[in-house]
């Protein structure tokens, strides 16, 4: 089995699965997702792994001037309707 970490890794590195836990977590199926990619974490695991990593991960500075991040206007017209957004632009960041 697989734990929090590699599976994360995994979906950071893979836009169809991106998608996949993205439409998992709206939905509130992560514990399906979860079984179905063989990972031993529970939904609030991942939900606190998650958050714990996007705190730790790039100031809204950094993500700015990273490829792919916020647009850094504060009018950027993107959009995602999961969780993980920037809170300038709401650019989803996973």
Request: hydrophobic share 30%; aromatic share 6%.
């Amino acid at each position: 089995m697989k734990n929090i970490e590699e599976l994360y890794k995994e979906v950071m590195e893979n836009e169809a699965l991106k998608a996949e836990f993205a439409t998992a977590y709206r939905e509130g199926n992560v514990s399906e997702f979860l079984k179905k990619h063989d990972c031993d974490a529970t939904a609030e695991e991942v939900s606190e792994y998650v958050n714990g990593v996007k705190d730790e991960a790039l100031s809204l500075d950094d993500l700015d001037n990273v490829a792919g991040g916020g647009c850094g206007s504060g009018s950027c017209d993107k959009s995602c309707t999961c969780d993980f957004t920037c809170n300038t632009c709401m650019t989803c960041l996973l």
